[in-house]
């Protein structure tokens, strides 16, 4: 049995709309880096704010300093996913 029709418009065609939404846990899945690197970045931004309110200041420097590499990583993983997906080129040729 073929697409059903209502009218002139076709319930099995989906031209000119864009693609269904995926859930947010079907893209961990395909993308767990992402997450897992958004989580340890705000994970050691905390401990960062928390050591400079205890007044730990050496301390809150560093875990500020890891911020910035975590968040370098998640970063980095958005952009492999995107190349690998094929949604951005990569700018080195191949």
């Known amino acids: 049995e073929g697409p059903t029709t209502h009218g002139s ?3 099995s065609v989906r031209e000119g709309l864009p693609p269904p ?3 947010f846990m079907d893209k961990c899945k395909e993308e767990p880096l992402v997450p897992l690197g958004a989580g340890t970045t705000a994970l050691i931004l905390c401990g960062g ?12 420097q560093l875990f500020m300093r890891a911020r ?3 968040q370098f990583g998640t970063v980095a993983a ?12 990569s700018p080195f040729p191949a």
């Open 78 to 89: 958005m952009i492999g996913y995107a190349m690998a997906s094929g949604a951005v080129k």
């Open 21 to 23: 939404r995926r859930s």
């Open 49 to 60: 704010l928390y050591s400079f309110k205890m007044g730990d200041r050496k301390l809150g």
């Open 9 to 11: 418009m076709s319930t």
């Open 68 to 70: 910035v590499v975590a």
